[in-house]
């Protein structure tokens, strides 16, 4: 079967390549020819025939502007990635500016939240318990066996108990007002009511206050049995001895099923690396910087592809000799360029993240504070 090779003239038209992601993008359609010249050139045509078709550039060039696109997407992910997590992921991520926030740092935070009860991704349930005249100790696995609607296997961690005295402020008496800090809201609040009851005020210094809250407070650790629980394995054991029925103990908690679950609703959401929505780039907003990295890698494929058509036969039969063709030697430039090639891009996208920008510029700006420290310092004379 002859198969025609190079003839040094191509026509691109879409269609002519594999995937045609750029078959309708201007540029590409523009430059598809040009690339396909530059490399049966670089190859050595028209001094050597090029074992290869148009077709076989335009696939090259395709593969290159795509292996582009997924090095610097992947090198926004990486970037990105903390902020990209738990995005729409319907939405294409390509033109549009990335701007860094705090969501994936406070997602991480979120299992100390919880903790501390201050926040997080875990519920903390109400539940209260009828205290018993006498009983000082309370199952509370057995509790939340019959009111805290568990699944099976699942239980219940006792964060917090509100078991306290009432605060001190409550039970505030002062003399000199005769009535203490219920009365008539604090005779609306300094405004003295109108003056309406036959009592005479004298205000204090908030200190004052504050001593005698304190002493109060002091008075039921020391003088009382205070208020007090033990939580041992959930069970629960109050002091001082509940001398009532009818009262109730308050508390919070949280099922330890929700706090070992560690997934999320991840619908239209970015849940890995692999489904933040890039697509591949668009040839005709690549600079010429990018282009001319696509130029060079488009031949270093077309050396590949050339290498193994050439290994089909290691010699060629001519009258009284044979010719050795140059498989290993295409072969092994091509690896070789692309290896470099891709080194080459990865470390211009390295040098230009975000940490390396602002560490040059912190650079610039402590170089430009020891210049100007160069510049003599005028005085000035009113």
Same mark, same amino acid.
């Given at each position: 079967?002859n198969?025609p090779?190079?003839?040094?003239?191509?026509?691109?038209?879409?269609?002519?390549?594999?995937?045609g992601?750029?078959?309708?993008q201007?540029?590409?359609?523009?430059?598809?020819?040009?690339?396909?010249?530059?490399?049966?050139?670089?190859?050595?045509?028209?001094?050597?025939?090029?074992?290869?078709?148009?077709?076989?550039?335009?696939?090259?060039?395709?593969?290159?502007?795509?292996?582009y696109?997924?090095?610097?997407?992947?090198?926004?992910?990486?970037e990105?990635y903390?902020?990209?997590?738990?995005?729409d992921?319907?939405?294409?991520?390509?033109?549009?500016?990335?701007?860094?926030?705090?969501?994936?740092?406070?997602?991480?935070?979120?299992q100390?939240?919880?903790?501390?009860?201050?926040?997080?991704?875990?519920?903390?349930?109400?539940?209260?318990?009828?205290?018993?005249?006498?009983?000082?100790?309370y199952?509370?696995?057995a509790?939340?066996?019959?009111?805290?609607? +568990?699944?099976a296997?699942?239980?219940?961690? /006792?964060?917090?108990?509100?078991?306290?005295?009432?605060p001190? /402020?409550?039970?505030?008496?002062?003399?000199?007002?005769?009535?203490?800090?219920?009365?008539?809201?604090?005779?609306?609040?300094?405004?003295?009511?109108?003056?309406?009851?036959?009592?005479?005020? @004298?205000?204090?210094?908030?200190?004052?206050?504050?001593?005698?809250?304190?002493?109060?407070?002091?008075?039921?650790?020391?003088?009382?049995?205070?208020?007090?629980?033990? +939580?041992?394995?959930?069970? +629960?054991?109050?002091?001082?001895?509940?001398?009532?029925?009818?009262?109730?103990?308050?508390?919070?908690?949280?099922?330890?099923?929700?706090?070992?679950?560690?997934?999320?609703?991840g619908?239209?959401?970015?849940?890995?690396?692999?489904?933040?929505?890039?697509?591949?780039?668009?040839?005709?907003?690549?600079?010429?910087?990018g282009?001319?990295?696509?130029?060079?890698?488009? @031949?270093?494929?077309?050396?590949?592809?050339?290498?193994?058509?050439r290994?089909?036969?290691?010699t060629?039969?001519?009258?009284?000799?044979?010719?050795?063709?140059?498989?290993?030697?295409?072969?092994?430039?091509?690896?070789?360029?692309?290896?470099?090639?891709i080194?080459? @891009?990865?470390?211009?996208?390295?040098?230009?993240?975000?940490?390396?920008?602002l560490?040059?510029?912190?650079?610039?700006?402590?170089? @430009?504070?020891?210049? +100007?420290?160069?510049?003599?310092?005028?005085?000035?004379?009113?």
């Open positions: 079967m198969i090779i190079w003839t040094g003239t191509s026509t691109f038209a879409a269609g002519q390549t594999p995937f992601f750029y078959d309708h201007i540029d590409f359609k523009a430059d598809a020819d040009k690339v396909a010249d530059f490399c049966a050139r670089r190859l050595g045509y028209p001094l050597a025939d090029v074992e290869l078709q148009s077709g076989s550039f335009y696939t090259a060039f395709e593969e290159a502007i795509t292996t696109g997924n090095e610097l997407y992947a090198y926004k992910v990486r990105n903390l902020s990209f997590a738990g995005s992921s319907t939405i294409t991520a390509n033109n549009q500016l990335i701007s860094p926030n705090l969501a994936g740092v406070v997602r991480l935070s979120e100390y939240g919880v903790e501390a009860g201050v926040g997080g991704n875990v519920t903390w349930y109400s539940g209260s318990l009828d205290l018993t005249n006498g009983k000082q100790e199952d509370m696995n509790w939340a066996e019959a009111n805290a609607n +568990l699944q296997n699942d239980s219940i961690e /006792i964060k917090r108990v509100f078991y306290e005295a009432p001190a /402020i409550t039970r505030y008496f002062d003399p000199y007002a005769g009535t203490g800090t219920g009365m008539i809201d604090l005779m609306d609040s300094f405004g003295w009511g109108s003056y309406s009851p036959a009592i005479n005020f @004298l205000m204090m210094p908030i200190n004052y206050d504050m001593q005698v809250m304190q002493a109060i407070e002091f008075n039921d650790t020391i003088r009382r049995s205070n208020y007090s629980f033990e +939580l041992v394995n959930n069970q +629960l054991k109050v002091f001082p001895i509940p001398n009532m029925n009818g009262s109730k103990l308050k508390f919070q908690y949280i099922k330890k099923s929700e706090r070992n679950n560690p997934y999320s609703n619908t239209n959401k970015v849940t890995n690396v692999a489904e933040v929505p890039f697509q591949n780039p668009n040839y005709d907003q690549i600079n010429s910087i282009r001319q990295w696509i130029f060079e890698y488009t @031949l270093a494929i077309c050396k590949e592809m050339l290498g193994y058509i290994g089909k036969y290691t060629v039969p001519i009258p009284d000799a044979e010719v050795t063709l140059n498989q290993q030697d295409l072969l092994s430039s091509a690896t070789a360029d692309k290896n470099a090639l080194e080459r @891009l990865r470390a211009y996208f390295d040098d230009t993240s975000r940490d390396k920008l560490e040059r510029k912190a650079n610039e700006n402590d170089f @430009l504070q020891k210049e +100007l420290n160069k510049v003599p310092y005028t005085i000035f004379i009113g």
